[in-house]
């Protein structure tokens, strides 16, 4: 008879006020995001200046008649591409095809209603910074992100076979499981001290009262129009994080990786 195989001890890895911040984080980026959206649908431009003129426009979602019939575009540069249905015209309740840049079921709230989307994209973006602030506090002072989050110069050596393991879908296993692998880390800092400054930075700029409470500094960005492009495409960025983030949660163990995000442990991968 074989001995019976135990599984890897369970590992205490979140600790509570990461696990904390993390959902609150959750939370906050599904209700930001959509009530984004619905913002955006009261303008669904781009530009890239200081003003909105057709000449500085990149990108736009917007609607053309083909053969008698409302169809939605999108147009980015001078390509354009044919989004009905999802982008520039989606299916309403009635079951009609309506004009709106992004689709109801896609934005808080569903019924183009600029007002209060606005009420709720502020309210969970201070919530957003706040957390965000703590959780670099907390990163900086704990040693989480010197014991954790930098790449140390073997791993950084490895980045080559880092990223061939990645397209091979070859996750680490046993002890090389416990850190973060320099991509990870990469992904980490890069969102943590580039994207989300950037988005909140890019937020505060389409903010008149700004301008009064440090004149100039819009300019840096290069001007509201500019500030409003780089937000978006910071959010999108982000969206595209936290794609591939839910990709690897699940691939790597979805209930395993769960867990340690509730209660904090997590077993080691054989």
């Known amino acids: 008879m074989e001995p019976a195989v135990r599984p890897p001890p369970l590992l205490y890895r979140h600790r509570l006020p990461v696990r904390v911040m993390h959902w609150i984080n959750v939370l906050c980026l599904v209700i930001l995001l959509m009530s984004g959206l619905q913002i955006f649908n009261a303008h669904p431009a781009l530009y890239w200046s200081q003003d909105s003129r057709d000449s500085t426009r990149i990108m736009q979602i917007t609607q053309k ?45 569903g019924t ?40 140390t110069r073997g791993e950084w050596r490895g980045i080559g076979r880092s990223v061939k393991d990645h397209l091979l879908l070859r996750h680490a296993h046993g002890e090389d499981a416990r850190r973060y692998n320099v991509l990870q880390n990469i992904a ?39 500030a409003r492009t780089l937000h978006f495409v910071a959010a999108v960025l982000l969206v595209a994080f936290v794609l591939v983030h839910l990709f690897e949660v699940i691939v790597t163990g979805l209930v395993n990786n769960l867990r340690s995000m509730v209660t904090g442990y997590w077993r080691l991968p054989k």
């Open 188 to 226: 980490y800092l890069t969102i943590v001290f580039g994207v989300l400054p950037l988005i909140v930075l890019g937020g505060w700029a389409m903010s008149p009262m700004m301008d009064s409470f440090a004149p100039g500094w819009v300019d840096l960005l290069g001007g509201r129009q500019a």
């Open 65 to 109: 008649q083909v053969d008698g019939q409302w169809r939605g575009v999108t147009r980015i540069g001078g390509a354009e591409f044919d989004t009905h249905g999802v982008l520039g015209t989606s299916l309403g309740a009635d079951g009609e095809y309506a004009a709106r840049a992004f689709p109801s079921w896609a934005t808080i709230p």
């Open 112 to 151: 183009q209603w600029l007002a209060m989307a606005r009420v709720w994209h502020f309210f969970f973006a201070w919530l957003f910074v706040v957390n965000g602030i703590a959780y670099v506090l907390w990163t900086i002072f704990s040693g989480h992100l010197r014991r954790d989050m930098l790449p």
